[in-house]
């Protein structure tokens, strides 16, 4: 019997890409997926029903509330909780406004499983800028 090390939630709006991430994390050795959300206000009405994984997986762009209105939430309400924004921008200053507000990681889009690996186990080690 193997021990679930660390427990995640994949949050966007795209239900094949969050379905394919959700499938290639659970493919990781001592990893488990929640739940999914569609936006980020989902994933906080997950997490105030006491759902709190440890490494949140989010999409930058979303409806409601965006990747990154909800790591500002994050950070204040549930700061123990790590999260990675995943996104299609490559912008050095877009990645180092969204670390500052909080954010453990970021992945492009199109990254390898190898870096959605590593940057699961890098956000669990890491302390945010902010802290």
């Not at 709190?52 to 950070?75: A, E, H, K, N, S």
């Amino acid at each position: 019997m193997s021990t679930v090390s660390i427990r995640l939630a994949v949050v966007d709006d795209h239900i094949l890409f969050r379905k394919g991430l959700r499938a290639l994390i659970s493919g990781f050795p001592g990893m488990e997926v929640l739940f999914e959300a569609g936006d980020g206000q989902e994933l906080l009405e997950h997490l105030d029903r006491g759902i709190i994984p440890d490494v949140i997986l989010m999409d930058l762009q979303m409806p409601v509330l965006d990747g990154l209105q909800t790591v500002r939430l994050l950070r204040t309400q549930y700061p123990q909780v790590r999260s990675i924004i995943i996104s299609m921008h490559d912008e050095p200053e877009l990645i180092d406004s969204l670390r500052a507000e909080g954010a453990h990681g970021y992945l492009l889009k199109n990254a390898s499983p190898e870096e959605v690996l590593g940057a699961i186990r890098q956000a669990m080690t890491t302390v945010p800028l902010s802290a």
